[in-house]
């Protein structure tokens, strides 16, 4: 078939379309213009006017009817409000309450990074990346038992020698005794079920607690309905029960311990009659482990001042080293990495590196040791520059690669750390940080001057590596310090 019929055939079938859309057209105007005129012929017909008029008065008495009802019920639930209509949407007032002490906010800021570095770092992370509701949750509780633990008071004020008086107020009166602590913990009590399912190693000792205190409330009371039911409208006495459960779980977080008040017929014959919970570690010990924790973070701060001298890139990886037949140690691996960092930190050894930062942690399916490192190179040193003046053999040079192969070629020659058996190596190079909330390169440059990158790197990369150590872990490996950082300048920070 030549140009010129093909050229036939799209004129006409240009010319069949064109006629289909006019037909189309002309169709759909005379439709429109006789439903025009069978409307009109109706609304002229004196039989169809009564007919609308009718249906106008009757809809008009229905949407007075329905207002007037609506202005009574008002009227009759004025007098009574639910507990569960004074839970609060969200929970900005307490977490605003928090903003004076710099701890509780760098806590809050800090739990925040980690979880949701493990939301991406573990696939059996119990809240997924996409369920924003519960992360939502989650955090609501942190702000919840700081608060609790920091600046505690009542969920509802009240007084033994004015209990009679406060009996007889109304339900104005009453709210304006309602803490803002006092609402949230409605708001939890509802969620109890879902934060029941936050008691594992990946969640802070606060959050645990509060799993436990919830776990324990609900496990010996059998089928029995609960005593604080938020369908219960707002009185004197469905108010106090909220002070009773919030000072209860306060003497679970300053113990551990929740005493366990059983009616004697609930309990099946047999049963060992339960009187404590004990939670470990108590808020006590988790506050001496945050300070030391705290510490070694303002001293890391100080240490890397120094690298702001010049431009630097900061590249992650997670490293992995496995024998046949056995299980690497965390001793053989960090004698392993102390040679590699002494050969690396050497003017013949791996061109412009700088230094480091890691958190040893484990793969727990294989139970593999993992070092999840950032290294750190000098930006001037990323272009190759060859002693002979060869303008072909400069390049950009790959550093996840590079580095790859240079830790390679040590294994290699260090079988005795490994008694003489061949050493696999599985280097990956990750993200600095992995979580898409952050949004930022695998590669991170921080050029001098520049304040947002390293503001960055303060107060969410190097926070991530450090307090990662605050989850209490089952590890294979006892290691004392997991976080660790170069302890010496090289010579261009010197």
């Given at each position: 078939m030549n140009e010129d019929n093909l050229e036939e055939i799209a004129k006409s079938e240009s010319i069949d379309e064109d006629f289909e859309e006019t037909t189309y057209t002309l169709t759909e105007n005379s439709i429109e213009k006789l439903s025009d005129e069978i409307i009109e012929n109706l609304l002229n017909n004196e039989k169809f006017k009564k007919i609308f008029i009718s249906k106008d008065i009757e809809e008009k008495k229905r949407n007075r009817d329905s207002l007037t009802s609506s202005n009574r019920n008002r009227e009759e639930k004025s007098e009574y409000v639910s507990l569960r209509e004074i839970i609060p949407k969200d929970n900005l007032p307490l977490k605003s309450s928090l903003k004076r002490l710099k701890s509780a906010q760098q806590y809050l800021h800090i739990v925040e990074i980690l979880y949701r570095e493990l939301q991406v770092d573990y696939v059996d992370f119990p809240?997924?990346?996409?369920?924003?509701?519960?992360?939502?949750?989650?955090?609501?509780?942190?702000?919840?038992?700081?608060?609790?633990t920091l600046q505690p008071?009542?969920?509802?004020?009240?007084?033994?020698?004015?209990?009679?008086?406060?009996?007889?107020?109304?339900?104005?009166?009453?709210?304006?005794?309602?803490?803002?602590?006092?609402?949230?913990?409605?708001?939890?009590?509802?969620?109890?079920?879902?934060?029941?399912?936050?008691?594992?190693?990946?969640?802070?000792?606060?959050?645990?607690?509060?799993?436990?205190?919830?776990?324990?409330?609900?496990?010996?009371t059998r089928s029995l309905k609960s005593k604080?039911?938020?369908?219960?409208?707002?009185?004197?006495?469905?108010?106090?029960?909220?002070?009773?459960?919030?000072?209860?779980?306060?003497?679970?977080?300053?113990?551990?311990?929740?005493?366990?008040?059983?009616?004697?017929?609930?309990?099946?014959?047999?049963?060992?009659?339960?009187?404590?919970?004990?939670?470990?570690?108590?808020?006590?010990?988790?506050?001496?482990?945050?300070?030391?924790?705290?510490?070694?973070?303002?001293?890391?701060?100080?240490?890397?001042?120094?690298?702001?001298?010049?431009?630097?890139?900061?590249?992650?990886?997670?490293?992995?080293?496995?024998?046949?037949?056995?299980?690497?140690?965390?001793?053989?691996?960090?004698?392993?990495?102390?040679?590699?960092?002494?050969?690396?930190?050497?003017?013949?050894?791996?061109?412009?590196y700088l230094g480091f930062l890691y958190f040893w942690k484990e793969d727990f399916r294989t139970k593999d040791l993992i070092q999840d490192i950032i290294i750190i190179m000098d930006s001037r040193k990323l272009i190759t520059s060859p002693e002979a003046e060869n303008s072909e053999m400069i390049k950009l040079r790959d550093i996840p690669n590079e580095f790859s192969l240079y830790v390679k070629n040590v294994l290699d020659h260090q079988t005795e750390i490994f008694e003489g058996k061949f050493a696999n190596l599985n280097l990956t190079s990750v993200p600095v940080l992995k979580s898409e909330f952050w949004n930022i390169p695998a590669e991170f440059p921080i050029e001098l001057?520049?304040?947002?990158?390293?503001?960055?790197?303060?107060?969410?990369?190097?926070?991530?590596?450090?307090?990662?150590?605050?989850?209490?872990?089952?590890?294979?490996?006892?290691?004392?310090?997991?976080?660790?950082?170069?302890?010496?300048?090289?010579?261009?920070?010197?």
């Open positions: 809240i997924r990346p996409t369920r924003r509701r519960n992360f939502n949750l989650l955090m609501r509780v942190e702000v919840f038992m700081l608060s609790l008071i009542p969920a509802f004020i009240e007084s033994v020698s004015q209990e009679e008086s406060a009996q007889q107020e109304n339900i104005t009166q009453l709210l304006q005794r309602v803490t803002r602590l006092g609402k949230e913990f409605l708001f939890l009590w509802d969620e109890r079920d879902r934060i029941k399912k936050f008691s594992g190693n990946y969640f802070t000792t606060n959050v645990q607690i509060l799993a436990e205190f919830f776990i324990e409330k609900d496990k010996f604080l039911d938020l369908t219960l409208d707002v009185t004197f006495e469905s108010l106090s029960q909220i002070n009773d459960y919030l000072i209860s779980l306060r003497k679970f977080i300053e113990t551990g311990e929740y005493k366990i008040i059983l009616n004697k017929r609930y309990l099946r014959e047999g049963d060992p009659e339960p009187i404590t919970k004990i939670v470990k570690p108590t808020r006590i010990q988790m506050d001496g482990k945050w300070k030391k924790r705290s510490e070694r973070f303002e001293s890391a701060i100080q240490y890397f001042q120094e690298y702001k001298k010049i431009d630097i890139v900061l590249y992650r990886f997670e490293i992995k080293i496995q024998v046949s037949d056995q299980r690497v140690t965390a001793t053989q691996f960090q004698d392993f990495f102390t040679t590699l960092n002494k050969k690396a930190m050497r003017p013949e050894g791996f061109v412009g001057g520049n304040r947002k990158n390293w503001n960055f790197f303060e107060t969410h990369i190097l926070p991530y590596f450090v307090f990662m150590e605050m989850f209490d872990v089952d590890y294979t490996d006892d290691i004392q310090r997991r976080f660790s950082r170069a302890r010496s300048y090289p010579k261009e920070l010197k």
